[in-house]
């Protein structure tokens, strides 16, 4: 479990790297960038579902340009080390409470870090997909199905395949 | 099965699933039914921020998710615009409390009082058993009002 949670770690630290700049590409402008990236961030995410939509009946094709950045891509290298840095914070913190009150050790550092920055990332390219989902364009439905094709991590291409075939016409 | 916020008054009004003088959190795979919808969701814009939902089988569930919506839940829900999310708001860290998808490093001395202090939380609800010598109708903004700026930041504290 350990060694397959690393190597996920691994996989997915190898796609960082090529997203920086991405959306100057894109015709999105810094406030329409940031509606995309409230989305692929969110935890409550309907308000920013909602806005997210918005953006794509004005600007469909740049909004799933984007979205599919994210999808392939997943964040940029800055934003992965501002998670890493909160969850070796959060490992630090964590684990003097544990042991303040007694209870079993966490995982080792290194895993719990590998762990925990596997799933941001894959958070982040699951919702990626979504959006695509949930905006329906004939573009974004194309990104879908070039998606498939591609070695992505297990839970993003099943998230993938759920965008594609099962989504509601609309979010509740 | 009640899955979602639009459904909120009719869990309110189930005692045999919600409980009017506690926090009630539903524990389920996906919030509406819908994979990778929302990790987590506070009923707050359906008049009951006392209800929040927490999808576990959400791909990324991130460890702060159920303080988040229980922040919600204690008045942090202004400027109502954006939901008292703090993610890319100038004066707030990426791991505040109301941004971070990751982990909590931070949470601002204006949202403590807000948590504390405001009409809006939980704790000063009407019938409220914990009374506040100061309760404060908190404003509609980042900046300071009726209450302190939400910005308001004191470097290394809380410890």
């Known amino acids: 479990m350990a060694a397959v949670s690393f190597a996920r770690w691994s996989g997915t630290a190898a796609l960082l790297g090529t997203l920086a700049c991405q959306d100057a590409q894109t015709g999105l402008s810094p406030s329409d960038h940031d509606t995309v990236l409230r989305f692929l961030n969110c935890i409550d995410c309907l308000i920013p579902l909602d806005s997210l939509r918005a953006l794509a009946s004005r600007k469909p094709d740049a909004t799933a340009d984007s979205l599919n950045g ?83 991590p297990p839970p993003v291409l099943r998230a993938v395949e759920y965008a594609r075939d099962s989504l509601p016409s609309r979010p509740p | 099965m009640k899955t979602q916020c639009d459904e909120a008054d009719v869990i309110a009004s189930d005692p045999a699933i919600y409980d009017a003088s506690r926090i009630n959190v539903y524990f389920l795979r996906d919030y509406a039914g819908l994979t990778n919808l929302t990790p ?8 009951h921020p006392e209800i929040a939902f927490i ?90 009002g009726a209450c302190p700026a939400l910005t308001m930041l004191e470097p290394g504290w809380p410890p």
């Open chain 2, 55 to 144: 999808s576990w089988g959400n791909t990324h569930l991130p460890k702060p998710t159920l303080a988040h919506e229980l922040s919600h839940a204690l008045g942090l829900v202004n400027p109502h615009a954006v939901g008292g999310h703090t993610y890319l708001v100038p004066g707030f860290g990426e791991s505040n409390l109301m941004a971070t998808n990751t982990d909590v490093t931070e949470i601002t001395v204006g949202q403590l009082y807000a948590l504390n202090f405001s009409s809006s939380s939980w704790l000063n609800r009407t019938g409220s058993p914990f009374l506040r010598p100061v309760v404060r109708s908190c404003q509609d903004s980042w900046i300071a």
């Open chain 1, 70 to 152: 994210a999808l392939l891509n997943g964040p940029g290298l800055r934003a992965v080390t501002a998670a890493v840095s909160a969850f070796n914070a959060g490992y630090g913190r964590d684990s003097a409470w544990r042991l303040e009150h007694g209870l079993d050790r966490l995982l080792r550092r290194e895993l719990y870090v590998a762990q925990d920055s596997a799933g941001y990332i894959e958070g982040y390219q699951v919702n990626g997909a979504m959006g695509l989902g949930w905006i329906r364009t004939p573009r974004a439905r194309a990104y879908l199905d070039s998606a498939l094709t591609k070695p992505l």
């Open chain 2, 40 to 47: 987590g969701y506070n009923c707050w814009q359906q008049g």
